[in-house]
């Protein structure tokens, strides 16, 4: 009876069993009677079929089931971001191909203009040169053949640094997937300086700049800073912005007939009719030239430097052209008329060097001018008739451009003319100036009847 009372009823929580407990449920871990239990065994029978149907659906899913298509997606994935670098990558070369394509385009032009300007430097400025003298001349003075050696080294110098140097450069070892490639170009301007081309028309632009002058004459000269100008009866000296100072001449002076800048010097050397003066455009100092002294016959109306000599163009007197030393002043040579002039010719207004020749401009009988080359010893190089009209003034002013090209100003026609002694060619514009000079490398001034105008090169 003892043991009957300790027995419990049937835990089953799905109905209300009034049986003894008889075991417990692995199923539901309950104390179940018996009845329950066979039932709750039943329930794991079931649950024991679903996993060995879920097994054997397993298993005919290994039959099918492959890792190809993770091995295909990733590809896929792969391919599509192949594809998306590929576009980037093209477009990327397409701009930097482009970019190089134009570099180079730009470096061909420049290269084409180096070298064509380098020829004609070669030849305009040494081979036709040394050709004169070799041909025409009987003597050869040594420092003109040390200018040419200088010009010769300059363009040896030029050419050595194109070859070193990698004018285009392409860095893409740095470069990322998307990211740029650096491509670099210097430019032959860099490494090779070229004056400026001379154009004659560029004299019939707008000038860039004015200084007003009170007086209508010729005289005026530059160097590489300073710019001075007879204005009566004073000398005006310039720089690239303003006036800078006044000297007022003696009145008992002649008017300046001209100007010329020496290198020498460093200084300006001023002519009137009958004396010369240096004027140095740092101090204002005025300083007349004792040694140079005329006779009562004899007038002065040009001057010109070449490196050490200065040759004095006279109007009348026994000499027309005489050379002097600088800075002594020496007397080195002087040259009559018949020796340098043509039978028809009159007499030489104004007289020019550059770095190879001695230019005149000369007044013929039939009151026309023309254009005379000449080396340092006036052997006569060439002649040029500058223009066929016929001029009843007395003024016709030279410039040097390089070594074949130069201007000439005739104030009395208002004509400007360009010769260009290598083509053999006189080009010319119609406009009223007095005189004209290079200021620098860059600049080009004209004298008008009223003051000075400045043109960019």
Known sequence: ?????????????DENCLEQQYAICPHCHLWLCLKHTCNHQKLVKIYAHELSDQTDQLVKVFDTLTVDQIYTDCQQKLDLWKNQMITIINTKYQESSKQLFDFNMQLLLEFNKFKQDSLNELQNEIAIPLCDMLTKQNQIHPSILDDINIKLTKIQTAIDKIKQLLFIQIDCGNAQLNGDIQILKDSLSDYVVRMPTFDIEQLNQQPTKKFALKSNYIAAAASDQFILAYD???LVLFDCEKELNRVKLNNNEAEVYDLCWSNTMCAFLILTLRSLYVYDPLSSGLKQIEQIKLTDAENIWSITTYQNDLFICYLSGECIIECRSLPSWQKLRRWKKNDICDKDDVYIHCIRANEVFI????????????FGIFDHQMSKIRQI?????????NTCMLTPICSQKWLTVNSSLRKISFIDEDNNQIKQINKNVNNGFYFGDQLFVLRTTDGLEFYEL
């Open 359 to 370: 230019g005149m401009t000369i007044k013929q009988v039939n009151k026309t001018w023309k």
């Open 385 to 393: 008739q500058i223009d066929q009209q016929i001029d009843h003034i």
């Open 232 to 234: 009566h009866p004073s």
């Open 1 to 13: 009876m003892a043991l009957s009372y300790l027995i419990g009823k049937c835990q089953c929580i």
